[in-house]
């Protein structure tokens, strides 16, 4: 089963809303389309933080080649995490994971729900990260 989200105003923050609003407790999401801008997030291993690289496409909007996501839980809910790659007018590639602030001009999204499964992330101290516990690697 899935579900078929099309808006032109699709973000983050909306899709992880959707997502606990409809219980989706475990999915994937693959998303289409066209940003304004992306801020996209970055994890430096040394240090174990994140910083956010934030792009700005002037001149056009920058095509989503590639976005794709997992639906998992993390301290109760459900969370999203999207990363993809993405390409200016001048054929010139950026890939990351997105984050809050990025503007979509416009896009689709479909989301498929996983039913009767649950993956579920724990903070990691070793990594620094929200890790799927009992994942396999």
Not at 11 to 34: A, D, H, M, Q
Not at 69 to 83: A, C, E, Y
Request: with cysteine; glycine share 8%; proline share 1%.
């Amino acid at each position: 089963p899935f579900s078929l989200i099309s808006s032109i105003l699709i973000n983050v923050s909306y899709l992880t809303k959707f997502v606990n609003e409809e219980n989706i407790r475990c999915g994937t999401i693959n998303v289409y389309g066209y940003l304004e801008k992306i801020v996209l997030t970055n994890f430096e291993f040394v240090s174990k933080f994140t910083n956010q690289v934030e792009i700005i496409s002037k001149e056009t909007l920058l095509e989503i080649c590639s976005l794709t996501g997992v639906i998992s839980q993390f301290k109760g809910r459900s969370n999203i995490k999207l990363s993809g790659t993405f390409k200016n007018y001048l054929g010139e590639f950026i890939g990351g994971t997105i984050s809050i602030g990025t503007i979509v001009y416009s896009c689709e999204s479909v989301v498929t729900e996983f039913i009767g499964a649950t993956l579920s992330r724990e903070f990691d101290l070793e990594t620094g990260l929200p890790l799927w516990k009992n994942s396999l690697l």
